[in-house]
């Protein structure tokens, strides 16, 4: 019987198409980050409206939820190449245009709104076609290392480069981060359309099949597997937690710590060179404790680290605790990823992607709201303390999965499969 851990730590060849991939992946972080960091920054030249100004940002969650699941339908019923080199395009168009705008003087709050949720609905599609053509491109026991070097690039280039780059940009104009994200927009989807591989097979659809019943199909393959269940539940959890961390975040390093904007901008550099180191030794990791149990682990850690955020008021103790969160942050997210993609079948791989992230992404407004409440009644360091108890939570909810043989559902009851390692 497969089990729901098939451990592969081999290296993804570049050649036959994951090079390309990866640098469209690259690419497009790499412009995502100068359009999110710009956006709020050109939104406050335009109003001095908070709530208009946090609308901005809000509204690039809204379409996960409401059209998440509808992406990950079409994502496996379409060529998952085809689908992200013309979102891909159609975003560069949309991005150039609205450069064009800003460049003749008519951005407005709402055309700033319209952007953003145009933006992330077409994204749903993108995000889920995208995991489910990787298994396509590299090796199965190769997988969590793609997995790894895909989102370990992507914080390199979005974290560390195009988020500073992007008030630089702005000084030589206020359209010009957004003329370069339309840029690498374009890019990605040349080297998207580049690739030569083909679809995975599918079976015919069912006479008088739709969309809803497909969404309702996927929703089931992932509630029937009881690892990927567990998987959901708890980075749901987790995300709850890290909403209500990161809205706050600000507030507890330069009102409870006092240590000014200096002392938040070393709590996220931490964070992400504590993502690179993660995702450095995610495969040295899983090699030795396995998938699953390193995802558990990860989760545990974390614990720690939230703790000591809300309850040593250091930025010495801040920062090595975001640089702990942030390394087993990126052991989590790349495992999570690996083994939905490995206990999947193919050709329902959008469509468990879509729930999967639905449902996580759902966590985060609410968590932002549950950060900002309790910080107003409690103290400016208990939103931390918040998030280490749903992170608790969620490690409680992983535990039915922990063990290498759990049992995976049969494929011929339409559920999810896990492929044996090679």
């Keep these: 019987m497969a089990t729901a851990e098939a451990v592969g730590v081999r290296a993804p060849a570049w050649r036959g198409g994951f090079g390309r991939l990866w640098s469209a992946a690259v690419l497009s972080s790499f412009g995502d980050s100068l359009r999110t960091a710009a956006l709020p920054l050109l939104a406050v030249t335009l109003t001095d409206r908070p709530l208009l100004i946090a609308a901005v940002t809000a509204c690039g969650y809204l379409p996960w939820i409401v059209f998440g699941l509808l992406g990950g339908a079409i ?23 609205f450069a064009a705008a800003v460049a003749l003087g008519h951005a407005s709050i709402a055309l700033l709104i319209a952007l953003a949720v145009t933006l992330t609905t077409l994204q749903t599609l993108f995000d889920n076609a995208s995991t489910a053509l990787l298994p396509a491109l590299v090796d199965h026991d190769a997988l969590g290392s793609a997995n790894a070097r ?34 690498t927009f374009l890019a990605a989807a040349a080297l998207v359309a580049s690739l030569r591989t083909a679809s995975p097979e599918r079976k015919p659809r069912p006479a008088g099949s739709t969309l809803r019943r497909e969404i309702a199909d996927g929703m089931r393959t992932l509630w029937r597997d009881g690892a990927l269940r567990g998987l959901c539940a708890a980075t749901a959890l987790c995300n709850i937690g890290m909403g209500a961390l990161i809205a706050t975040l600000v507030v507890l390093v330069t009102g409870w ?56 008021r250091s930025l010495a103790a801040l920062v090595a605790a975001m640089a702990v969160f942030g390394f087993m942050g990126m052991v989590w997210n790349v495992n999570t990823t690996t083994l939905m993609q490995q206990r999947s079948p ?41 998030a280490a108890a749903f992170f608790v939570l969620s490690v409680t909810a992983l535990i039915p999965a922990r063990k290498p043989d759990v049992p995976v559902v049969a494929p011929d009851d339409d559920a999810t499969t896990a492929h044996a390692p090679r």
């Design 150 to 183: 895909l989102m370990t690039g992507q914080r390199i280039a979005g974290g560390l480069l195009g988020a500073p780059a992007a008030p630089l940009l702005l000084t030589a104009g206020a359209a010009v981060p957004f003329a370069a994200d339309a840029a």
């Design 257 to 312: 710590l006092d240590a000014g904007t200096a002392g938040y901008a070393a709590a996220a550099t931490a964070y992400t060179v504590g993502n690179l180191a993660g995702g450095a030794v995610n495969s040295r990791l899983v090699a030795q404790v396995g998938r699953m149990r390193a995802v558990l682990l990860a989760g545990t850690v974390q614990i720690g680290a939230l703790i000591v955020m809300g309850s040593v």
């Design 75 to 97: 994502a496996d019923r379409v060529d998952q190449r085809r689908a992200m080199w013309t979102v891909d395009a159609v975003r560069g168009l949309l991005v150039a245009a």
């Design 346 to 386: 193919a050709e329902m791989l959008g469509r468990v992607s879509s729930a999967f992230r639905t449902l996580a992404v759902a966590g985060a407004p609410l968590g932002a709201l549950l950060g900002g409440a309790v910080a107003t009644v409690w103290g400016l360091n208990s939103p931390a303390l918040l």
